[in-house]
């Protein structure tokens, strides 16, 4: 039934009818003024998801390239370090190119007041 304000899905064709059920609200099979309107208002709400997933997608992004370098950075000053030492047949770690070993803070040990004590920590565990 065809009434003043309504557009019925006969005027469509069948491909676009199934389609224009999902913004009829009533079922009545014909849309009104409320329904497209509905519609377009979806349709806007569905495009600003999209925008805000796609900045939302391209921060992360930004952040694991970020992340990446930091790694990248990391590893390769972790490298350079590690080409100012080297291990002798002992067991020994020397600065590289001399026969100085590397130093190293005592976990054993600690400077109370200035003077040498013997961490308790250590202490009470190893009785």
Same mark, same amino acid.
């Given at each position: 039934?065809?009434?003043? &304000?309504?557009? %019925?899905?006969?005027?469509? %064709? ?10 009829? =609200?009533? !079922?009545?099979?014909?849309?009104? *003024?409320?329904?497209?309107?509905? &519609? #377009?208002?979806? /349709? ?8 805000? +997933?796609?900045?939302? /997608? ?5 952040? *694991?390239?970020?992340?990446? &370098?930091?790694?990248? !950075?990391? $590893? +390769?000053?972790?490298?350079? =370090? $590690? ?8 067991? #020994?770690?020397?600065?590289? !190119?001399?026969?100085? %070993? #590397? ?10 007041? !200035? ?5 308790? *920590?250590?202490?009470?565990?190893? $009785?």
């Amino acid at each position: 039934m065809k009434t003043r &304000g309504q557009i %019925p899905f006969d005027a469509f %064709p069948a491909s676009a009818q199934q389609q224009l059920q999902m913004i009829d =609200i009533n !079922g009545d099979g014909a849309l009104d *003024s409320n329904e497209i309107l509905a &519609g #377009v208002a979806a /349709l806007k709400s569905e495009r600003a998801k999209s925008r805000l +997933y796609s900045n939302f /997608l391209i921060i992360l992004s930004i952040l *694991s390239l970020l992340t990446l &370098g930091a790694v990248f !950075g990391l $590893t +390769y000053a972790v490298v350079e =370090i $590690t080409k100012e030492s080297e291990v002798h047949p002992g067991g #020994v770690m020397t600065v590289k !190119g001399t026969n100085e %070993p #590397v130093r190293v803070a005592s976990t054993e040990f600690e400077v109370k007041d !200035g003077i040498l004590t013997s961490r308790t *920590s250590i202490n009470t565990s190893c $009785t």
